[in-house]
C-alpha cells in the first residue's frame, strides 16, 4: 500500500500592526527672485517630482484668443535660448526625464518626473523653459494647427460635447468658464507668436509662481539646486489682478444635443456649488461618493446592477475655481453614459433616486463604506511622490493652508450620516439641475419630456 505524500505548508501571512497615517507636511520657502518653494522629503521615492504653478488663469486671456494660455503652455517643450525643440526634447530624454503641461481656469501647471540622479540638469531645461522659452513662428503655428485638428475629435466625442454644453448652459456668455478651456476653432486659429509672448511676459514671472518639489532628497542640496536653476529665472513683481465674480443659471431644464443614429446616450447633470473653503466640503464630498462615487453607490447599484441601463454612473465635484473670500465655485455632477432606447427610464430613476435620497437620507452603513474607502485608501493613493505633488499643487492653486489635506481625512471620518445627506441633497437637488443629454433626439426627446424634470431645448450637434 503506498503511503501518501504529506506537505509542508507555510504558515498563513497575518496582518502587521497597522501604522498611523498622515498626509506629508511641506516645508515653505522663497527664493531670492520672489518664487514660493515646498519641498517634501519622501524616503524611498527616488523619482523626484517637480510641479510649477504660474498665476496664468484662462481668464487672463486677451478678448477673442481662447486657447493662447494652452499654446503657450505646449509651447514651452518647444524650444530655448539653449536648445531647438528636438534638442529640448532629447535632452530631458537623455535625463530619463517627463515634462508635461495644462492650462486651466486656476492658472498654467508644469508637471516635471526624474530620476533623483538627474535632477540638477532636469531642473535646469525646466528653468531654461520657463526663463527663455523661444516661441519660434514654426513651432507656435504648427502647436495651433496640431489643436484646431483636435477641435473636430472633441467635437465628435460625447462626453467632451457634453462637457462643453454644460459649461455653455451653466455660466453667462462673457465669462471664460463658460467656453472651451482650449479655445475653439474660431479664436485659435487667431494665436501667432507675438500673442503667446504678450501673454507670457503679462502674467508668468517667477514672484507669482510656486515650485513643488517632492521625492527622496537624501544627499540633495535642494537649496543651491534650486538657486542655480529656477532661481535665475527672472521677472517684474506683481501686480494685483482683479478676479471676476461668478454667476450661473442652475435652473432646472434639459438640452439635447441631437446626434442622429447613435446607440447611446451620453448624460451630464450638473450645477454649481461650493467649494473647498466651504464648510460643507467633507459632507459634501461623504455625500457624493455615497450618491455615485463607486461601484457600490446608489445611482450604480440602482442604474447598473438593478437596471442594466449602463456600465456606471459617477457623481463627482470638481473644483473650477477656489478663494477664501467665498468667489470660488466647484461643478457638481453625474455622468454616464445608457442605451438609447432606455435614455427615459435612466433618468426617471435617477431622479427616484435623488427624491428618495432626500426623503429617506443615506443609511450609517453606506456612510460607513464611503469613509473607509476615502480615508482607508489614502495612504495608497499617495504611495508615489508624484501624487503629493500634485496634491500640494492643488492646494497652493486653491489657496489652501498647507495640512489641508490632513484636516480634510480627519474632518471626513468625523463627518455623521445626517450631515453626508443634508450635504448630498443641496448639492443635487431635483429641482435645480441643468440635464445635458448627447444622442438621437429622434429617439429620446418625447420620452424626456413626459418626465417633467426642465423644459427641453435640442440643439444640433455642430
Known amino acids: 500500500m503506498t503511503e501518501l505524500a504529506t506537505m509542508d505548508f507555510h504558515p498563513q501571512p497575518q496582518a502587521g500592526e497597522a501604522r498611523p497615517w498622515a498626509f506629508p507636511a ?72 517627463t515634462l508635461d503641461s495644462h492650462a486651466d481656469h486656476p492658472g498654467v501647471r508644469l508637471s516635471l518626473e526624474v530620476p533623483v540622479s538627474r535632477l540638477a540638469k532636469a531642473l535646469g531645461l525646466l528653468a531654461d523653459a520657463l526663463r527663455a522659452p523661444a516661441f519660434a513662428d514654426s513651432e507656435i ?24 454644453e454644460l459649461s455653455k448652459q451653466l455660466f453667462p456668455a462673457a465669462s471664460r ?21 504678450a501673454f507670457y511676459e503679462n502674467h508668468v514671472r517667477p514672484a507669482t509662481a510656486t515650485a513643488v518639489v517632492v521625492g527622496d532628497l ?28 461668478v454667476s450661473a443659471d442652475d435652473t432646472g431644464r434639459v438640452v439635447i444635443v441631437d446626434r442622429p443614429g447613435s446607440v ?74 445608457v442605451d438609447t432606447p432606455n435614455t427615459g427610464p435612466a433618468l426617471d430613476d435617477l431622479w427616484t433616486v435623488l427624491r428618495t435620497l432626500a426623503a429617506e437620507g443615506l443609511t450609517d452603513a453606506e456612510r460607513d463604506v464611503a469613509v473607509q474607502n476615502l480615508v482607508g485608501v489614502a495612504p495608497l493613493k499617495f504611495e508615489t511622490a508624484a501624487a503629493v505633488a500634485s496634491t500640494l499643487a492643488d492646494q497652493v492653486e486653491q489657496h489652501l493652508p498647507d495640512d489641508y489635506q490632513s484636516t480634510l481625512y480627519q474632518q471626513l471620518a468625523a463627518t455623521g450620516t445626517v450631515e453626508a445627506t443634508a450635504a448630498a441633497v443641496s448639492a443635487f ?5 441643468v440635464t445635458v443629454l448627447v444622442g438621437d433626439a429622434a429617439q429620446i426627446e418625447e420620452p424626456v419630456r413626459a418626465l417633467g424634470i426642465g423644459e427641453v431645448t435640442v440643439v444640433p450637434a455642430e
Open 141 to 164: 503655428e504648427r502647436l495651433v494647427a496640431n489643436r484646431l485638428d483636435e477641435i473636430p475629435h472633441e467635437t465628435a466625442n460625447p462626453g467632451r460635447r457634453a462637457a462643453k
Open 218 to 245: 537624501t544627499g540633495v542640496d535642494l537649496d543651491a539646486l534650486l538657486g542655480d536653476t529656477l532661481g535665475a529665472w527672472t521677472g517684474s513683481a506683481a501686480k494685483p489682478r482683479p478676479v471676476p465674480p
Open 177 to 197: 468658464m463658460s467656453r472651451p478651456r482650449q479655445g475653439t476653432e474660431e479664436t485659435v486659429e487667431r494665436i501667432d507668436s507675438a500673442a503667446v509672448r
Open 26 to 97: 511641506p516645508e515653505r520657502g522663497t527664493l531670492d527672485n520672489g518664487l514660493t518653494v515646498l519641498r517634501c522629503h519622501r524616503p524611498g521615492q527616488q523619482v523626484v517630482a517637480v510641479e510649477v504653478l504660474l498665476d496664468a488663469p484662462l481668464d487672463a486671456e486677451p478678448a477673442g484668443l481662447d486657447g493662447v494660455a494652452t499654446i503657450m503652455t505646449r509651447a514651452f517643450s518647444e524650444g530655448t535660448d539653449k536648445h531647438s525643440a528636438e534638442e529640448f526634447a532629447a535632452e530631458l530624454e537623455r535625463c530619463g526625464a
Open 264 to 337: 447611446q446616450t451620453q448624460l451630464l447633470i450638473g450645477r454649481v456649488g461650493a467649494d473647498r473653503h466651504d464648510r460643507v466640503w467633507p459632507a459634501q464630498v461623504l455625500g457624493t461618493y455615497c450618491l455615485g462615487g463607486t461601484l457600490t453607490s446608489r445611482l450604480d447599484r440602482v442604474l447598473r446592477e438593478e437596471k442594466g441601463y449602463t456600465y456606471g454612473v459617477r457623481a463627482f465635484g470638481q473644483v473650477l475655481r477656489s478663494a477664501p473670500d467665498g468667489s470660488g465655485v466647484a461643478m457638481l455632477a453625474i455622468s454616464g453614459s
Open 429 to 433: 437637488p431635483v429641482d435645480r439641475l
